[in-house]
């Protein structure tokens, strides 16, 4: 393995728009494309072949991967300005490696197909907005799409916390800072602490990870910022009561009512295989927090939200999961079996026979 094998390798993964390259000890590169993953006619790699490949990241990064290292983020770019967001870890004493391809380009809420009240939601003056999903199911771009689109229409102070840094903005209207945890910053924590001294409009944190992160977030809603962030989690309810959990309990009822004032939207997402099995479709539940959610949040009856959103879909241009999966079923879009594959809903199918 040398740099030029390395980047032939990237460059067909762009070529070939392929979602995730893996290098792993023993076996060929893999690509996942479509949602599958692909064994490649290369040749096996070595320890050498990994190590290699980890240094150069390392590189590029300006860093040293530190000797005891279990698991390490990273990202990499391309001459043609290619990028990739970088996993470095340890497998069986080995070093393996998975890159995810970032698209050069940031894509419009219309070209990811990605619902039109997105355009809506960031309009909000401030309070907390959150994208979560499944990893690999499309948080980062709807983040990025969501930014840029606030970038485009309003001259706002924009910062961006991540850990690494993914896609990369060109201030329009907004002025935007990107800062990347490990080079600009030591950790989100400070990271938030030190953008509220920033003339802050909008802050986005690449990912809620811990209970200070979370609780800084909060607060930075609260005191009038626009806040958006992800969370590994699969619909609204989940989403609110996994930030809840984080908390110890008997801090958990006033943590309801603050997040209920400055909850603004969650988007939950998962990328579906598309009828034809040529692309991935996503399929996007919308939660607005209306006075009947902040109700629910406040006491705690996180079950009800789902039945809301649909009761509310038409006046607030909500929808749940399901309701979305049926959409795409009756256009054609998308096979029953594969909605229900990804509907949590034992009654998917009785749904839309009444559609």
Same mark, same amino acid.
């Given at each position: 393995m040398d740099i030029k094998v390395l980047n032939q390798i990237l460059e067909i993964a762009f070529a070939k728009r392929v979602s995730d390259v893996h290098f792993e000890v023993g076996s060929p590169p893999f690509f996942r494309a479509h949602g599958q993953l692909l064994r490649s006619k290369l040749a096996s790699l070595t320890p050498a072949d990994t190590g290699f490949i980890a240094a150069t990241i390392m590189k590029n990064n300006k860093r040293d991967l530190p000797a005891d290292f279990t698991e390490f983020d990273a990202s990499y770019s391309l001459a043609n300005s290619g990028r990739f967001r970088v996993s470095i870890f340890k497998q069986r004493g080995n070093i393996g490696i998975v890159m995810r391809v970032i698209p050069p380009e940031i894509g419009s809420f219309q070209e990811l197909k990605l619902p039109a009240v997105l355009a809506e939601i960031v %309009?909000? /003056?401030?309070?907390?907005?959150? $994208?979560?999903? /499944?990893?690999? #199911?499309? %948080? &980062?771009?709807?983040?990025? !799409?969501?930014? #840029?689109?606030? #970038?485009?229409?309003?001259?706002? #102070?924009?910062?961006?916390?991540?850990? /690494?840094?993914?896609? +990369?903005?060109?201030?329009? %209207? &907004?002025?935007?800072?990107q800062r990347e945890v490990g080079i600009d910053t030591a950790d989100f924590g400070s990271a938030l602490k030190a953008s509220l001294r920033m003339d802050p409009d909008v802050i986005m944190v690449g990912e809620l990870r811990d209970l200070e992160t979370i609780?800084?977030? $909060? %607060?930075?809603?609260?005191?009038?910022? +626009? $806040?958006? !962030?992800? +969370?590994?989690?699969?619909?609204?309810? !989940?989403?609110?009561?996994?930030?809840?959990?984080?908390? /110890?309990?008997? &801090?958990?009822?006033? $943590?309801?009512?603050? +997040?209920?004032?400055?909850?603004v939207a969650t988007i939950s997402l998962r990328l579906v295989e598309g009828k034809t099995g040529e692309n991935l479709i996503p399929v996007v539940e919308v939660m607005r927090t209306t006075t009947t959610i902040q109700a629910c949040i406040r006491d705690g009856n996180l079950d009800e939200i789902e039945g809301h959103m649909e009761k509310g879909a038409a006046q607030y241009q909500m929808q749940s999961m399901d309701q979305h999966l049926i959409q795409l079923c009756n256009k054609g879009l998308i096979s029953m079996k594969e909605a229900k594959r990804v509907s949590t809903s034992m009654d998917l199918e009785r749904k839309l026979t009444f559609t």
């Open positions: %309009k909000a /003056p401030n309070g907390l907005i959150l $994208v979560t999903g /499944p990893t690999g #199911n499309g %948080k &980062s771009t709807t983040l990025a !799409s969501m930014i #840029n689109y606030i #970038n485009d229409k309003y001259a706002y #102070n924009i910062i961006t916390i991540e850990d /690494p840094i993914e896609f +990369l903005f060109t201030s329009i %209207k &907004s002025c935007i800072i609780d800084a977030c $909060v %607060k930075a809603a609260e005191t009038g910022h +626009l $806040v958006f !962030s992800t +969370l590994h989690t699969q619909n609204a309810a !989940s989403t609110i009561n996994r930030i809840i959990g984080h908390f /110890p309990p008997d &801090s958990q009822e006033i $943590v309801r009512q603050r +997040l209920a004032d400055i909850l």
